[in-house]
């Protein structure tokens, strides 16, 4: 087992190098995430997930739909999140980099100051150091609550503030989330990890209000269950994500080439009201700050835990 994990956790650390190389300005999203989905695959893994590029403000569950015409600027504050499995067993990790960052960006046409681009390497220094100054605390009996606490005071001492309703999670064998949180604040949550649970640690820093909200717009989804369904070709639909998918995060780009436009969006909206199928809505900073992620899975063990994503 733990080397399904090992597998997947070197698969990802690999194509997250290969997408951060990637980075330039002008390169469409649509392109990366298929790019890093694709890598996945010939290196020998599964997709976890569909790749996350969510830029400035944007945190969390970006992915391109299809056709999509974004393009990276330089300047922008891009979160590449990637996951790979290998037989059920996940390695999820991100990493942040700044579009154009071995460039003399001051004299480039960022729409930024000196002061706000320098902030940005900042956030991200500061995001990396929360993320092993947690990781240097994980070990068999220590309390999530512990973990926060390291976190935030990481960010904290550098005048800079969390994101405190994004957290890592626990993984199981299919399974992204698997119940329980790491939080990125200090909390009174005296549950203990133990040796053998698999953690996603994941800070997120800003200079905003370090909250996030939801987005109207959706395109990652995951299967929640069977639902009596009028629609045929909802049926049909719901049972191949079911099939292909199981209970792991997949994209609407992924399945939208295999059927109209038109009638894909309604029979996903049909299949989201029924709730068959969960939305991860996109998440944004709510005062519309930038953010820096940074994300590594461990696993845990007596005296410290094995780091599969580096
Ligand atoms: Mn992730
Ligand atoms: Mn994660």
């Not at 780009?253 to 199928?277: G, H, V």
Request: proline share 3%; with cysteine; hydrophobic share 40%.
């Amino acid at each position: 087992m733990n080397e399904m994990y090992e597998k997947a956790g070197n698969i990802v650390a690999n194509v997250r190098k290969l997408a951060t190389d990637m980075v330039e300005e002008d390169l469409k999203v649509l392109d990366l995430v298929e790019f890093t989905e694709q890598e996945i695959k010939k290196l020998g893994g599964e997709i976890a997930f569909p790749c996350n590029v969510s830029i400035n403000e944007i945190t969390a569950h970006y992915t391109s739909p299809s056709g999509d015409k974004t393009v990276l600027k330089n300047g922008d504050l891009v979160k590449i999140d990637l996951g790979a499995h290998v037989d059920g067993y996940i390695a999820d990790s991100a990493i942040s980099v700044i579009v154009g960052e071995n460039l003399d960006l001051s004299s480039r046409d960022t729409g930024l100051t000196e002061d706000e681009i320098q902030l940005q390497f900042k956030m991200i220094d500061t995001v990396g150091q929360a993320l092993e100054n947690a990781i240097s605390t994980v070990k068999d009996g220590v309390t999530v609550g512990k973990i926060g606490e390291v976190v935030e005071k990481t960010i904290t001492d550098q005048g800079l503030t969390p994101v405190s309703n994004l957290t890592g999670h626990t993984m199981e064998r299919y399974i992204l989330h698997s119940g329980l949180s790491i939080p990125n604040i200090k909390e009174e949550n005296k549950h203990k990890i133990v040796e053998g649970d698999v953690l996603a640690i994941e800070p997120f820093v800003t200079n905003g209000v370090g909250r996030v909200t939801d987005m109207n717009d959706a395109y990652i989804f995951r299967f929640l269950r069977d639902r009596p369904l009028r629609m045929a070709p909802a049926r049909k639909m719901l049972h191949e994500i079911a099939k292909n998918y199981r209970n792991l995060p997949f994209a609407g780009r992924w399945i939208e080439e295999s059927i109209k436009t038109r009638q894909f969006n309604l029979i996903l909206r049909n299949l989201i009201s029924s709730r068959a199928l969960y939305p991860y809505h996109v998440l944004k900073e709510k005062s519309n700050a930038r953010v820096a992620q940074a994300e590594h899975t461990v696993i845990v063990e007596p005296g410290g835990c094995q780091v599969i994503t580096k």
